[in-house]
């Protein structure tokens, strides 16, 4: 077998641990800690959160959706393959090492979807740009850290908090949609979102897609219209 080759690493803000990138082959893995975060074989649940929330929408043209965790792109990827004329997306991601990696190593895996010129980068904590504005986006999806128990960076946590959600809430646009991804389920997370406004279900989705793989969950949480 192949041996992983490190490519780059850079230190995730606030916390004494680096992001590591590597390759083996073919295959790209981001690590910290000694745990791998994503790795390019297994992105079938990234994809999911971008096709079950948006499938909730009841706007079709002109979406404006925010993206939190560019990740490898997948989920970014996915957003993009969906019919949807006038859309504006914009990505918020707080490590800049990992924008220059899907700029660069990472880039063609998902067909680079950064030179989409319907996407915009912002090097920032997506909570920042959640609290920005009321009613700015149809559809906020987080693929930050490991879901509502954050791994990299404890800051993080905030977002799944009743005040993050409540955050999120109204950033929405009545009927817009927030889709979390999770590595596992928690049913005290669904009560909170339910406890905030939104109308949610936790929905399984495989690792690999379809049948395969390990099993993580997608929160698809709606904003009722009125």
Known sequence: MLPWEELDRARVPGQDNDLVLRRRGEEYSIRTAGTELMNSRIHGSEEALANLALARLHK????????????????????????????????????PAVVAWNRT???????????????????????????RKKAAWDAILLDVDNGPAGLTQKS???????????????????????????????????????????????????????????????????????
Request: aromatic share 6%; net charge positive; proline share 5%.
């Open 60 to 95: 079709k043209n002109g979406r404006n959706i925010l993206v939190g965790g560019l990740g490898m792109g997948f989920t970014l990827a996915a957003v993009l393959a969906l019919p949807q004329p006038g859309a504006h997306i914009l990505v918020a991601e707080l490590m």
């Open 105 to 131: 190593h990472l880039g063609d895996l998902a067909g680079r979807p950064l030179d989409d010129p319907r996407v915009k980068v912002e090097e920032k904590d997506v909570a920042v740009i959640i609290k």
């Open 156 to 226: 993080n946590n905030r977002l799944y908090t009743k005040s993050g959600l409540k955050e999120a809430f109204r950033a929405l646009t009545p009927g817009g949609v927030l889709g979390v991804w999770s590595a596992g389920d928690d049913r005290a997370f669904t009560r909170s979102l339910t406890q905030c406004g939104f109308r949610a279900k936790a929905l399984p989705a495989r690792a690999k897609g379809g049948k395969k793989g390990s099993r993580h969950t997608i929160w698809v949480a709606e904003k009722p219209l009125l």
